[in-house]
């Protein structure tokens, strides 16, 4: 853990970092064949609904010593042509889902169960739903899903930027087809937990690609007045800042998640809560995914595209190709290289294209004297290294 910890300190000051921005066709190359799957499954395997939504009867019996299994093969021939979703509760009883029948099949289809299962016919409770609940149920989720896309579009725009506002939105459709996409391929039924938990998952999804946005918006203030950084430099550095922080952040969520569905669900046999918690899964690894790998990469592509941001990568490039042949002609000459302040000092000066420098202004002979006779320097005053004081002798006192 502490080598984690100092992991992130060190991403947080830009000492080591991951280059996500420069690899984003490879994060784009990965997500586009995950939805292609998610969606090919999504049309092939369909979404298998819920008595909720397609109408049916639920019968709940006590307690029994029989497995889930074992139920389905007694109760094979009892629901006709209609399918049977059997699931354990917790209380040791099992819950028996069969859509698509009336109220007069539901009796007999009870007295059925009743008798394979060896139990008392008032034991099994019976419950008849409509569809009807379940469109109603449908129709408000969809509607609340196009509310909150519109107010997160209109949100972002204003408080960062139209760019940032489609990253975010792009983002958030990739992750409900993922979710959906799975729902379909492993077959889980949906329910209105699973509704509940594809709207939980918009809000998780989001908060990572805020928090990125943020500290972007922060950085990129004044870019164009230097040439140092590209804005696809200022997006890694960004993205890098905050990485481990979204990646505890979504451990931490995807912890007591993953209890639910695999110890919950799967060795408890509480079945029920497979469907909220197998969203929330799904939902939460993909939001941290593509806020990290697809949201930033994007706002990067769509701000390099604007002509001051082209004019900024010019400059950049120019200048580390200069550097680089300097580095090389010193090399050559067995010269020290400038120093971190030296180039600091020189890299922050901020760029103004409407003043020129004189020809010679920058030459300077030894001991501040100019090569050219008559002409002073551009610079007479020594760099402050921080701990040098007086006329520049180490020790600051005047003599």
């Known amino acids: 853990m502490s080598k984690l910890g100092n992991l992130g300190h060190r991403l947080h000051r830009g000492e080591i970092s991951y280059d996500f921005v420069a690899k984003r066709r490879i994060w784009y190359g990965v997500s ?25 009867a639920v019968f709940n019996t006590p307690k029994t010593s029989m497995s889930v299994s074992e139920v389905q093969h007694k109760i094979a021939g009892d629901t006709g042509e209609n399918d049977a979703t059997v699931q354990k509760l917790g209380n040791g009883g099992m819950r028996i889902q069969v859509g698509g029948v009336s109220t007069d099949e539901s009796k007999q289809i009870q007295t059925s169960i009743a008798k394979d ?27 609340g899903l196009i509310i909150f896309l519109v107010l997160v579009v209109i949100y972002l725009a204003i408080a960062f930027e139209w760019r940032m506002a489609v990253a975010a939105l792009v983002a958030l459709l990739h992750d409900l087809t993922i979710t959906t996409g799975v729902y379909a391929i492993v077959g889980f039924e949906v329910s209105p937990g699973t509704v509940i938990g594809l709207l939980t998952i918009l809000g998780y999804s989001l908060y990572d690609t805020v928090v990125v946005f943020d500290g972007l918006k922060e950085a990129s203030k004044d870019l164009t007045k230097q040439n140092r950084f590209t804005f696809s430099d200022i997006a890694n550095r960004s993205l890098n800042g905050t990485l481990v922080r979204s ?19 799967g060795i408890l046999g509480a079945g029920t809560l ?9 939902g939460l690894t993909a939001g941290a995914y593509s806020s990290i790998f697809i949201a930033t990469p994007i706002v990067a592509d769509l701000k390099e595209r604007e002509p001051q941001m082209k004019a900024l990568r010019k400059r950049v490039l120019a200048k580390r190709t ?14 020290p290289l400038p120093t971190s302040d030296e180039e600091a000092l020189a890299d922050d000066e901020p760029v103004d294209d409407d003043e020129a420098t004189p020809a010679g202004a920058g030459v300077v ?24 004081g007086g006329r520049g002798r180490p020790s600051g006192k005047r003599r």
């Open 32 to 56: 586009i064949l995950i939805t292609i799957t998610a969606i090919i499954g999504l049309a092939v395997n369909g979404l298998k609904e819920g008595i909720e939504f397609s109408g049916g």
């Open 117 to 143: 299962l060896g139990m008392p016919k008032t034991k099994i409770d019976a419950e008849i739903v409509g569809p009807s609940w379940g469109k109603e149920i449908s129709k408000k989720a969809l509607e």
């Open 247 to 265: 990646i505890n952040t979504t451990v931490v969520a995807l912890l007591p998640v993953a209890a639910l569905l695999f110890i919950g669900g």
């Open 365 to 388: 002979g030894p001991r501040g004297q100019s090569p050219v006779a008559g002409t002073r320097p551009a610079r007479t005053q020594p760099v402050n290294r921080g701990n040098r």
């Open 322 to 335: 200069a550097d680089a042949a300097k580095a090389q002609q010193a090399a050559a000459n067995g010269q």
């Open 274 to 282: 497979n469907d909220i918690a197998l969203a929330l899964f799904v």
